[in-house]
T-cell receptor, first 112, second 116 residues
């Protein structure tokens, strides 16, 4: 059974600091990895995806993937109060052909 | 990104009634639609996958006769919750698949269903 694990938090980070969010997955066949941000009562918003080992940067966000360790992370630089949300890690085994398996999310709080 | 709409955004109904949720892709054609639900304080769980013109494939534990999915066109998919009960109260979200790439997992705004 596919599993995606995240620390539920809350993770509290001072404004301007780097927030580090982690995720592990059980299915070695997973091919693509997604990070979503979800505000309370809203649907998830795609932040970024990654499918190759290493780092991928997009603005203040950096996704890191280590397939050998079955580990994916998201770094948020210069954290802002508006970044306070639940961050969902999701994986896909079929390169987009299948639906996503989600973790339960990490609740991030950016302290002003 | 892709523009997706869902209607209604929220609905309250009595136990035993049926509720239809519409998901429209406004600026693209979706050959595949994923339906998810999210219970309070839980993560999203995939319910079913539908392809235009074909029967939906349901995940284990999801009753296909209770959650009817129709994907009759490339821009419209519907989810009907039949004989709804309080335990069906949840946040239902559609996710159309855009093209064949992997960066195409966008979500609709969701429908909050409350069954009394």
């Amino acid at each position: 059974q596919k599993e995606v694990e995240q620390n539920s938090g809350p993770l509290s980070v001072p404004e301007g600091a780097i927030a580090s969010l982690n995720c592990t997955y059980s299915d070695r066949g997973s091919q693509s990895f997604f990070w979503y941000r979800q505000y309370s009562g809203k649907s998830p918003e795609l932040i970024m995806f990654i499918y190759s080992n290493g780092d991928k940067e997009d603005g203040r966000f950096t996704a890191q993937l280590n397939k050998a360790s079955q580990y994916v992370s998201l770094l948020i630089r210069d954290s802002q109060p508006s970044d306070s949300a639940t961050y969902l890690c999701a994986v896909n085994t079929g390169g987009g052909a299948d639906g996503l398996t989600f973790g339960k999310g990490t609740h991030l709080i950016i302290q002003p | 990104g892709a523009v997706v709409s869902q209607h209604p955004s929220w609905v309250i109904c009595k136990s035993g009634t049926s509720v239809k949720i519409e998901c429209r892709s406004l600026d693209f054609q979706a050959t595949t639609m994923f339906w998810y639900r999210q219970f309070p304080k839980q993560s999203l769980m995939l319910m079913a996958t539908s392809n235009e013109g074909s029967k939906a494939t349901y995940e284990q534990g999801v009753e296909k006769d209770k959650f009817l999915i129709n994907h009759a066109s490339l821009t419209l998919s519907t989810l009907t919750v039949t004989s709804a009960h309080p335990e069906d109260s949840s946040f239902y979200i559609c996710s159309p698949k855009v093209g064949g790439g992997i960066d195409t997992q966008y979500f609709g705004p969701g429908t909050r269903l409350t069954v009394l």
